[in-house]
């Protein structure tokens, strides 16, 4: 069974430019998180979608993040316009079920650049 | 607020000495404790999870965690350290009814031949 798989798994961009990483979770994982490791500091959590809706996006930082999950699949993160400080590691997790104590799974993380 | 801390920045072993990796929480409620472990350029690995019954849980790798509410800890053990246990390791909780983890800091943990 395949795990979460994110994309691109390494960007480098320019400040201003725009960037879009793309998450499949597990198959069958109604649950879908994003999480964010910046500067080396803790990994903090940005949102979560329960199929295709947002039911929780308390974590996101500012308007310059969009999420997306249409169809309730694979979701998106895009980044526009970057900043330097958005440069770090985004983790993209799923997991099934409604109950809290279920296993959070997390793919292998994208890790963006900004210059 | 709701925290995780990690007290160590690094652990430090030699090869075939039992590791702890410690990790305290401060929470409202019962909560649900995780540890994750972060290889080189890797994602996050789920070793095991603390929900309820027995205090001792064992997961991957020969890794296991003791919950303890007195203390409000759940520490990382294992009996004999490999070297390629060398890895970044996060300790994590989410309280019943919500889907958000908090994490600690991390705490890197590298074993010596």
């Known amino acids: 069974e395949a795990g979460v798989t994110q994309f691109p798994s390494h960007s480098v961009i320019e400040k201003g430019q725009t960037v879009t990483l793309r998450c499949d979770p597990i198959s069958g994982h109604d649950n879908l998180y994003w999480y964010r490791r910046v500067m080396g500091k803790e990994i903090k959590f940005l949102l979560h979608?329960?199929?295709?809706?947002?039911?929780?996006e308390s974590g996101m930082p500012n308007n310059r993040f969009l999420a997306e999950r249409t169809g309730g699949t694979y979701s998106t993160l895009k980044v526009q316009p970057a900043e330097l400080e958005d440069s770090g590691v985004y983790f993209c997790?799923?997991?099934?079920?409604?109950?809290?104590?279920?296993?959070?799974?997390f793919g292998e993380g994208s890790w963006l650049t900004v210059v | 607020a709701q925290s995780v801390a990690q007290p160590e920045d690094q652990v430090n072993v030699a090869e075939g000495n039992p590791l702890t990796v410690k990790c305290t929480y401060s929470?409202?409620?019962?909560?649900?404790l995780f540890w994750y472990v972060q290889y080189p350029n890797r994602g996050l690995q789920f070793l095991l999870k603390y929900i309820t019954g027995d205090n001792l849980v064992k997961g991957s790798y020969g890794f296991e965690a003791e919950f303890n509410k007195s203390q409000t800890s759940f520490h990382l053990k294992k009996p004999s350290a490999l070297v390629s246990d060398s890895a970044l390791y996060f300790c994590?909780?989410?309280?019943?009814?919500?889907?958000?983890?908090?994490f600690g800091a991390g705490t890197r943990l590298a074993v010596h031949p």
């Open positions: 979608f329960v199929k295709e809706s947002k039911q929780d």
């Open positions: 929470v409202s409620g019962n909560p649900y």
């Open positions: 997790a799923s997991s099934q079920g409604q109950f809290s104590g279920n296993t959070i799974y």
């Open positions: 994590a909780v989410i309280l019943g009814g919500y889907n958000k983890l908090i």
